[in-house]
């Protein structure tokens, strides 16, 4: 059941609309363009340490998830066939 859209065609035209609406609030601002570029530096630097946060919490899932399932037998792929 396909609608005729693919999926790199999609991701293409949302690429696309990011970064045609990133120039549009860019130009369009009501700050200065210095104020502008202050603020994407700041927004750019937090996202190492939001990774790293996120990263840690999911670690942290993983491994506890890895301590319950330990010990308990594995399902093979047929298991999901029909």
Known sequence: MSNGVSVPGFAGGFLLGVVAGLAMGLVFAPQAGSRSRE???EKLSEI???VRELTADREKVYKETLKKRRGQPRVSDSYFQV
């Open 39 to 41: 603020v994407v530096k």
């Open 48 to 50: 190492p340490e939001t």
